[in-house]
């Protein structure tokens, strides 16, 4: 019965650090989906501006260069192992919009992972009290 128990407690910390991990990794999958969100809604609004309007352009840790945009209707988009590519506005939105529901279902195949282990550490602290309760 012992022998039984401790190993129900090795589970049991496996599934919490399992838990840990699984928060974590849902935390960056929200802030992705937030970021690709924002990327989606700036490319949708200096598709907007006119040829040659003045724009502030990030540069990291809140520095920024005035810049003039030369073409509104086009980007250079990265897609992958180091190659860009000319894409209108509209494709490169197309491209972060399926980015975006990608991001979403593998969002919500964590949280169903995470409900699942969840309920199972629910059950093992439901032994660990019930086990407590016949020792008294």
Known sequence: MEEKLNEKHMEYQYLIQQIQQLQQNLAALEKHILDLTNLNENLQEISKTENYDEVLIPFGSGIFFR??????????????????????????????????EHTKKGMDQLQEEFANVYVRIQELQTEFENAKNEEK
Do not use: L, P, Y
Not at 76 to 99: F, L, P, R, W, Y
């Open 67 to 100: 810049g003039k945009i030369t073409n509104s209707r086009n980007v250079v988009m990265n897609v992958g192992a180091g190659i860009c590519v000319d894409k209108s506005t509209d494709d490169a939105s197309k491209v972060i919009s399926e980015q975006t």
